[in-house]
């Protein structure tokens, strides 16, 4: 089939054209598409591969909208149908090609519609609209934009962007004119922002081509959309987010006015300054005891500032450092009203505050700040200090939106710098409860040498309930303890110590392990009965314990444990590291008494590893785990030092989180040599104890404590008196020459020696108080096959003795 020549074609396009129409396609007789045009790409988005030789009607919206029953020509409107799908009318005309061979197709072509209707569509869009034609230069805008850009509509005409500019971008904008132009593809919503010096303004920039900008020429129209508020909505939240995620990550009053500062610069000041009141407490003096300087006060501590010069040249103080203000100033207003200072026009002249801050005043001229914004940092019903924001380089002033804004993100930032502030002071609460509560120097006397450990669960020095001590106690021997209470913080701390100081005083009684923790036990089930709520504190819940007294004259170690891991022990020959078989016990506060004591008999330069469970169990792993960890870091050669050993130690922790506080105690036993000890075996016959106090005499004659003698002698006897008299056989002297000289006497009778007071006609009563009067300490412990009455007396000064 022959369709119509070019020359019939161009003819016809060229007609279109007269009449201000755009040709889109040709249809031969039978309606199938012959021929496409760009325009008619563009119009319905189809390539023409994807049309040429399909019936016209596949484009149509409706097939009733296809026109028929003409002969010549033919023009309405119909509906089309874009290629993604959606419908649309345009005014077409239909108008005759004569063919070659006397058949006939037909030019379709858009009609065009009256100039009229389409300027007063252009001047009645509320938007700036702009038509610029082939060489980018203006041929029409709308009074929309006229207004919006405040330059006579007859200056922009015929000018290109450039020499009359629209926005801050300028080349950036002409770039995407162009490209429109190049590609015919519109660009849709590219954000700009407008070239104001007064304003922030934000524009959704819109570009699509047209087909005849000037003289028949192709341009591009151009439409912009204030979105300022829905910008600065978005900026809004994006500023919030970043702030939520990191303004609070930290419990530290210093970091979090930090991390305030850091948010706030560039994107709202240039310069910014998180200064804290005295409640806040970071500072080593209160202000009120800093004094003044220069008619100013001490009114805040600087805990942050941040600033787009990494010299921080606006600042007067650094962080951590008071700063003074003079009584008058905005900062003090802020900090008494609760609102905020706003100066969009910073005054740095005379006659006003600054006047008595001179060094301000000149930081403020030579580096040009030229707004100021002082916002109080106040969260339940505290103003915790102010945050102050300026700008240089940023030649915009604050306004509302910025102050609104503003005031939120420090709003939040104060829940986070309380809480921060409220840890503080609990934190170092607990800290000096804790370092009170603590043995700073742990000494085992001469019968163990002893090294410790403690190792918070926070990293960066917290505190919990874990323990130890090492307690002296009566005969030379001294008690080995260890505990850990349930919970962190100031609360667990606080049990601790008065578990703690139960521990100490009544080992300083004499008791037994079992016993000891028997009464213990009994404490805590008072304490959790006097919480007085349903549901105990955390650290009322539940405690550990291991109690153990070690005897270098015996070298016997007893030991009991309340839910408490057991004790390692390395073997001083070979090593080997075994944990002491010692009745487990329920955990304190459970109310049962279940507790037994066990006797382990230990060569001499054995150790002992107490530790609580912190160091042995994880999340990922159970105790038995962790204590054949423990055993494989202890194994080491025989005679390695304590220290060694305590590294070893708390270095299984190195591979695993460590997820609760640990204690650990390492002690090497000793041995007390024979020459340090003496032993009379006493009849129970009142002659008997004459005989018995002399040798006693030659005893310390032969230690060089003569100057103890009489007093020893005295109480030697008083004991001896009162067990011949009130005891039962078999009776037994000791005396054991350590830092204090030891006098204990041992019968097999159950009665406890009181002391009382004896009325002065009484003939007896008065030995018992006289031995205590005489003695430094004095005290009876019950063992299991009778009682020894003890008494001690301090060693002369400088006393050395006869060596071993």
């Given at each position: 089939?022959?369709?119509?020549?070019?020359?019939?074609?161009?003819?016809?396009?060229?007609?279109?054209?007269?009449?201000?129409?755009?040709?889109?396609?040709?249809?031969?007789?039978?309606?199938?598409?012959?021929?496409?045009?760009?325009?008619?790409?563009?119009?319905?988005?189809?390539?023409?591969?994807e049309?040429?030789?399909?019936?016209?009607?596949?484009l149509?919206?409706?097939?009733?909208?296809?026109?028929?029953?003409?002969?010549?020509?033919?023009?309405?409107?119909?509906g089309?149908?874009?290629?993604?799908?959606?419908?649309?009318?345009?005014?077409?005309?239909?108008?005759?090609?004569?063919?070659?061979?006397?058949?006939?197709?037909?030019?379709?072509?858009?009609?065009?519609?009256?100039?009229?209707?389409?300027?007063?569509?252009?001047?009645?869009?509320?938007?700036?609209?702009?038509?610029?034609?082939?060489?980018?230069?203006?041929?029409?805008?709308?009074?929309?934009?006229?207004?919006?850009?405040?330059?006579?509509?007859?200056?922009?005409?015929?000018?290109?962007?450039?020499?009359?500019?629209?926005?801050?971008?300028?080349?950036?904008?002409?770039q995407?004119?162009?490209?429109?132009?190049?590609?015919?593809?519109?660009?849709?919503?590219?954000?700009?922002?407008?070239?104001?010096?007064?304003?922030?303004?934000?524009?959704?920039?819109?570009?699509f081509?047209?087909?005849?900008a000037?003289?028949?020429?192709?341009?591009?129209?151009?439409?912009?959309?204030?979105?300022?508020?829905?910008?600065?909505?978005?900026?809004?939240?994006?500023?919030?987010s970043?702030?939520?995620?990191?303004?609070?990550?930290?419990?530290?009053?210093?970091?979090?006015?930090?991390?305030?500062?850091?948010?706030?610069?560039?994107?709202?000041?240039?310069?910014v300054?998180?200064?804290?009141?005295?409640?806040?407490?970071?500072?080593?003096?209160?202000?009120?005891?800093?004094?003044?300087?220069?008619?100013?006060v001490?009114a805040?501590?600087?805990?942050?500032?941040?600033?787009?010069?990494?010299?921080?040249?606006?600042s007067?103080?650094?962080?951590?450092?008071?700063?003074?203000?003079?009584?008058?100033?905005?900062?003090?207003?802020?900090?008494?009203?609760?609102?905020?200072?706003?100066?969009?026009?910073?005054?740095?002249?005379?006659?006003?505050?600054?006047?008595?801050?001179?060094?301000?005043?000149?930081?403020?001229l030579?580096?040009?700040?030229?707004?100021?914004?002082?916002?109080?940092?106040?969260?339940?019903?505290?103003?915790?200090?102010?945050?102050?924001?300026?700008?240089?380089?940023?030649?915009?002033?604050?306004?509302e939106?910025?102050?609104?804004?503003?005031?939120?993100?420090?709003?939040?930032?104060?829940?986070?710098?309380?809480?921060?502030?409220?840890?503080?002071?609990?934190?170092?609460?607990?800290?000096?409860?804790?370092r009170?509560?603590?043995?700073?120097?742990?000494?085992?006397?001469?019968?163990?040498?002893?090294?410790?450990?403690?190792?918070?669960?926070?990293?960066?020095?917290?505190?919990g309930?874990?323990?130890?001590?090492v307690?002296p106690?009566?005969?030379?021997?001294?008690?080995?303890?260890?505990?850990?209470?349930?919970?962190?913080?100031?609360?667990?701390?606080?049990?601790?110590?008065?578990?703690?100081?139960?521990?100490?005083?009544?080992?300083?009684?004499?008791?037994?392990?079992?016993?000891?923790?028997?009464?213990?036990?009994?404490?805590?089930?008072?304490?959790?009965?006097?919480?007085?709520?349903?549901?105990?504190?955390?650290?009322?819940?539940?405690?550990?314990?291991?109690?153990?007294?070690?005897?270098?004259?015996?070298?016997?170690?007893?030991?009991?444990?309340?839910?408490?891991?057991?004790?390692a022990?390395i073997?001083?020959?070979?090593?080997e590291?075994?944990?002491?078989?010692?009745p487990?016990?329920?955990?304190?506060?459970?109310?049962?008494?279940?507790?037994?004591?066990?006797?382990?008999?230990?060569?001499?330069?054995?150790?002992?590893?107490?530790?609580?469970?912190?160091?042995?169990?994880?999340?990922?792993?159970?105790?038995?785990?962790g204590?054949?960890?423990?055993?494989?870091?202890?194994?080491?050669?025989?005679?390695?030092?304590?220290?060694?050993?305590?590294?070893?130690?708390?270095?299984?922790?190195?591979?695993?989180?460590?997820?609760?506080?640990?204690?650990?105690?390492?002690?090497r036993?000793?041995?007390?040599?024979?020459?340090?000890?003496?032993?009379?075996?006493?009849?129970?016959?009142?002659?008997?104890?004459?005989?018995?106090?002399?040798?006693a005499?030659?005893?310390?004659?032969?230690?060089?404590?003569?100057?103890?003698?009489?007093?020893?002698?005295?109480?030697v006897?008083?004991?001896?008196?009162?067990?011949?008299?009130?005891?039962?056989?078999?009776?037994?002297?000791?005396?054991?020459?350590?830092?204090?000289?030891?006098?204990?006497?041992?019968?097999?009778?159950?009665?406890?020696?009181?002391?009382?007071?004896?009325?002065?006609?009484?003939?007896?009563?008065?030995?018992?108080?006289?031995?205590?009067?005489?003695?430094?300490?004095?005290?009876?412990?019950?063992?299991?096959?009778?009682?020894?009455?003890?008494?001690?007396?301090?060693?002369?000064?400088?006393?050395t003795?006869?060596?071993?």
């Open positions: 089939m022959t369709g119509p020549d070019d020359k019939a074609i161009d003819a016809a396009a060229a007609d279109a054209d007269a009449g201000s129409g755009t040709v889109l396609a040709v249809v031969d007789a039978a309606g199938r598409l012959t021929r496409w045009t760009d325009s008619a790409r563009r119009l319905l988005g189809r390539r023409a591969e049309v040429l030789g399909t019936p016209a009607s596949t149509l919206a409706a097939a009733e909208d296809l026109p028929g029953g003409f002969t010549g020509e033919w023009s309405g409107t119909v089309l149908r874009h290629r993604e799908g959606r419908a649309f009318p345009m005014g077409l005309r239909v108008s005759a090609l004569p063919g070659r061979d006397g058949e006939v197709d037909w030019l379709v072509s858009t009609t065009a519609p009256d100039a009229a209707v389409l300027e007063s569509v252009g001047e009645a869009c509320p938007f700036p609209m702009a038509v610029w034609d082939s060489d980018l230069r203006m041929t029409w805008l709308n009074d929309a934009l006229a207004r919006a850009y405040g330059m006579p509509r007859e200056e922009r005409l015929g000018k290109l962007l450039k020499e009359s500019p629209l926005y801050r971008n300028t080349e950036q904008v002409t995407l004119l162009r490209k429109v132009l190049d590609t015919g593809v519109p660009e849709i919503d590219h954000e700009l922002e407008q070239l104001d010096h007064y304003r922030h303004r934000a524009y959704a920039l819109s570009v081509p047209v087909d005849n000037r003289d028949g020429r192709p341009g591009v129209c151009s439409l912009n959309v204030d979105v300022t508020g829905s910008r600065r909505t978005r900026e809004r939240m994006t500023l919030l970043r702030a939520s995620r990191r303004i609070g990550a930290h419990l530290d009053v210093m970091q979090t006015a930090q991390d305030l500062a850091d948010v706030l610069v560039p994107v709202l000041a240039d310069y300054t998180v200064d804290l009141a005295e409640s806040v407490e970071i500072g080593d003096a209160p202000l009120a005891r800093l004094g003044s300087a220069e008619g100013a001490p805040f501590f600087r805990g942050g500032q941040m600033s787009i010069h990494e010299d921080f040249r606006e007067l103080w650094p962080r951590g450092a008071a700063v003074f203000v003079p009584p008058d100033s905005p900062f003090i207003e802020v900090l008494s009203s609760g609102r905020s200072h706003l100066e969009t026009d910073l005054d740095a002249g005379p006659g006003n505050w600054l006047d008595h801050d001179p060094r301000r005043r000149e930081r403020i030579t580096l040009g700040m030229h707004t100021l914004l002082i916002l109080p940092i106040h969260a339940r019903d505290e103003i915790l200090g102010v945050a102050v924001m300026v700008r240089t380089e940023n030649p915009l002033p604050f306004d939106n910025d102050r609104t804004l503003a005031e939120e993100l420090v709003s939040r930032a104060a829940l986070s710098l309380d809480n921060a502030r409220r840890y503080t002071r609990e934190h170092t609460a607990a800290l000096a409860l804790q009170d509560l603590l043995p700073s120097n742990p000494d085992g006397g001469n019968a163990v040498d002893v090294v410790s450990r403690y190792l918070p669960s926070d990293a960066e020095g917290g505190v309930g874990d323990w130890f001590d307690i106690v009566s005969g030379a021997r001294v008690a080995l303890v260890v505990g850990d209470v349930v919970g962190h913080g100031i609360n667990a701390a606080a049990t601790m110590g008065r578990l703690r100081t139960a521990v100490t005083t009544l080992a300083a009684l004499d008791q037994s392990p079992d016993e000891l923790l028997k009464n213990v036990d009994d404490l805590f089930v008072r304490l959790t009965e006097e919480s007085g709520d349903c549901t105990p504190p955390a650290s009322l819940m539940g405690a550990t314990c291991l109690f153990l007294i070690y005897d270098p004259v015996t070298r016997c170690c007893l030991a009991a444990r309340a839910g408490h891991p057991p004790p022990a073997d001083p020959v070979t090593g590291v075994s944990f002491l078989d010692i487990s016990g329920a955990p304190l506060g459970v109310g049962t008494r279940s507790f037994r004591s066990v006797r382990h008999v230990l060569p001499e330069g054995s150790v002992l590893v107490l530790y609580t469970d912190g160091l042995i169990e994880t999340r990922e792993h159970d105790i038995d785990h204590m054949e960890r423990l055993r494989r870091a202890l194994t080491k050669p025989p005679g390695t030092g304590l220290e060694e050993l305590s590294a070893a130690a708390v270095g299984t922790l190195a591979d695993h989180r460590q997820d609760d506080d640990v204690a650990v105690l390492i002690a036993t000793r041995s007390l040599c024979p020459q340090r000890v003496a032993t009379w075996e006493v009849p129970r016959d009142a002659g008997a104890v004459s005989g018995v106090r002399a040798a005499v030659r005893t310390l004659t032969d230690w060089d404590l003569e100057r103890l003698a009489p007093a020893a002698e005295q109480i006897g008083e004991l001896l008196a009162n067990a011949v008299l009130h005891g039962a056989a078999p009776i037994r002297l000791r005396l054991i020459r350590d830092r204090v000289l030891v006098c204990e006497v041992f019968d097999a009778g159950c009665s406890t020696p009181r002391q009382q007071a004896a009325a002065p006609a009484d003939e007896d009563g008065r030995g018992i108080a006289l031995a205590a009067a005489l003695s430094s300490r004095f005290g009876v412990r019950s063992v299991p096959d009778g009682k020894r009455v003890w008494a001690e007396l301090e060693l002369p000064p400088g006393y003795g006869p060596p071993c």
